[in-house]
T-cell receptor, first 117, second 111 residues
């Protein structure tokens, strides 16, 4: 089946530093990837939609200069949390849509736990 | 706005009993509905989807869901719950190419 990986699975960083999270589709090409944020025992909040070769589309209220998204290839999207602060601590999940499959299928990565101290 | 709602934050079931996790939707047109499950500190796993066709949809791990247009519901069901089914369950609707999730329901299955 389609597999999406994320790296790292968890990261601790100091306030003011930047952190990059990678999302890869391992066995399919993904023209579209999505980034979500999740607080403990809460729903997933869509942050942005990432399209290969173009700028990401951010949801209302999400700071695009704070959460930089790059989708440089059909198998890789990255989320960089710039100048991280403790309130950015969260579980970040990416998902990818299979370019070659039905347009309804969306596969999720295992998530990245970010803790900002 | 198109959305889904999960009215129960938590559902408790004894092992072997049937389980239901509720979801209602509010969409214009024909909804594309999904159920996902999330285990602690993990991503989401796809269970099943309704796009069109038969109202009863069968999915992974013995789960099924019934699309009910008159009641605008898409409840997740399983005839006999397992302790290993304990997890967080999300209903979602596809809107404008994106998945919009409900609040989530924590299912606890006790032995």
């Amino acid at each position: 089946g389609a597999v999406v990986s994320q790296h790292p699975s968890w990261v601790i960083c100091k306030s003011g530093t930047s952190v990059k999270i990678e999302c890869r589709s391992l066995d399919f090409q993904a023209t579209t990837m999505f980034w979500y944020r999740q607080f403990p025992k809460q729903s997933l909040m869509l942050m942005a939609t990432s399209n290969e070769g173009s700028k990401a589309t951010y949801e209302q209220g999400v700071e695009k200069d704070k959460f930089l998204i790059n989708h440089a290839s059909l198998t890789l999207s990255t989320l960089t949390v710039t100048s991280a602060h403790p309130e950015d601590s969260s579980f970040y999940i990416c998902s990818a849509r299979d370019h070659g499959g039905t347009s309804y299928e969306q596969y999720f990565g295992p998530g990245t736990r970010l803790t900002v101290t | 706005a198109q959305s889904v709602a999960q009215p129960e934050d938590q559902v408790n079931v004894a092992e072997g009993n049937p389980l239901t996790v509720k979801c209602t939707y509010s969409v214009s047109g024909n909804p594309y509905l999904f159920w996902y499950v999330q285990y602690p500190n993990r991503g989401l796993q796809f269970l099943l989807k309704y796009i069109t066709g038969d109202n009863l949809v069968k999915g992974s791990y013995g789960f099924e869901a019934e699309f009910n247009k008159s009641q605008t519901s898409f409840h997740l069901k399983k005839p006999s719950a397992l302790v290993s089914d304990s997890a967080l369950y999300f209903c979602a609707v596809r809107r404008g190419g994106k998945l919009i999730f409900g609040q989530g329901t924590e299912l606890s299955v006790k032995p």
